[in-house]
């Protein structure tokens, strides 16, 4: 894969983990996490999904 598409491929990872969280919140009321924890989380989803996809798309390595 070329260098041009991998800030696509992590922008899609990102949304994709956005949406994933967003779709919960409805059945979550009170959340007892800080700012920083919640923003941890969603990084290290992003970057799971980001891997997985850069994985995916390059299998001849």
Known sequence: MNLRAR???FAIAVLIAFWLIWSRLR??????????QIL???G?????LFLAIDHLLNRER
């Open 7 to 9: 800030p696509i491929i």
């Open 27 to 36: 059945f979550v009321v009170w959340v007892n996490a800080n700012f920083w």
């Open 40 to 42: 941890l989380i969603f």
């Open 44 to 48: 290290v989803i992003a970057l799971v």
